[in-house]
């Protein structure tokens, strides 16, 4: 069964207000609640033997299952890659982010444009089979990941992450979001991988 991590509204967050962050947590939890029904659910459940890939109750359950379990894990990520008091990378992650993309500069402006091509999620992640970083576009939890690649840095472009706060000002949000990364938590994920 998976717990679900509760995160706190703190001061740091500059990106997203308290009623937007309190409405996209509701959202998170749904998902955690979810995965453990259909957790519970595949437990020896009899209608495997009638699995189908053109329409079948296992069929929507494994479609549900990487799909609520992967909206469990980018929203914590990317809950706990927003705010903190560091305003830039250390210099490993910088020197990381030269190596793949030219300059600091040069990574920010095409995570920015991934994020704005988006409609789910931009996320930097080490890419474990080219062994290089990549600023990856996933339309939908699901649709886009790389099978073999460790996330950095999580950004929710999906509506709900700031519609109620910007409206159609998608391109308002990614800059504030730019400006409100918790660089501390993306530089230990950078050391690890
Ligand atoms: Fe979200």
Redesign the pocket.
Known sequence: MIEKIRFQYTDDITVINKQQFEA?IR?YEGYVDKINEIDRILTNNPERDKANATFSFYRECKRGETYALNGVIL?ELYFENIGGKMKMPDQMTIGQLEMYFGSFNNWKSDFIATAKASRGWAVLCYDQRSYRLRNISLDAHDLGNIAYSAPILVL?V?E??YFLQYADNKTEYINRFMDNINWEVVCDRMGIY
């Open positions: 996209h959202l929203h929710d999906y709900h992450a």
